[in-house]
């Protein structure tokens, strides 16, 4: 059974960086597309950010230009490079994957972005 757990969120102020870290098992991770989600309060699960098997990526409008999704098959993990993070990027950050036919999803990392 495929599981996913996060790190690496935390407190940063405007304008800042982070780094979110995904590490998968219980599947063969280089196979599949690998994505994150983030919820932020009172708001529901959004699409950040998607890598595929082959190399592909595609980002949220929201935070083009600002975040790199990249994954490093020989680890297991995706990752998620935020910078010039904004107010509105304070969210619960899911990684996410699908495997045969079924959904799976972390516990979850919180980014709070406030000065």
């Known amino acids: 059974q495929a599981q996913l757990v996060e790190s690496g969120g935390g407190l940063v102020q405007p304008g800042g960086s982070l780094r979110l870290s995904c590490v998968a098992s219980?599947?063969?991770?280089?196979?599949?597309?690998m994505s994150w989600y983030r919820q932020g309060p009172g708001k529901e699960r959004e699409f950040v950010a998607f890598?595929?098997?082959?190399?592909?990526?595609k980002y949220s409008d929201s935070v083009k230009g600002r975040f790199t999704i990249s994954r490093d098959n020989a680890k297991n993990t995706v990752y998620l490079q935020m910078n010039s993070l904004k107010a509105e990027d304070t969210a619960v950050y899911f990684c996410n994957t699908d495997v045969g036919g079924s959904s799976y999803w972390g516990p979850g990392t919180q980014v709070t972005v406030s000065s």
């Open positions: 219980g599947f063969t991770f280089r196979w599949y597309t």
């Open positions: 890598s595929t098997n082959t190399g592909n990526t």
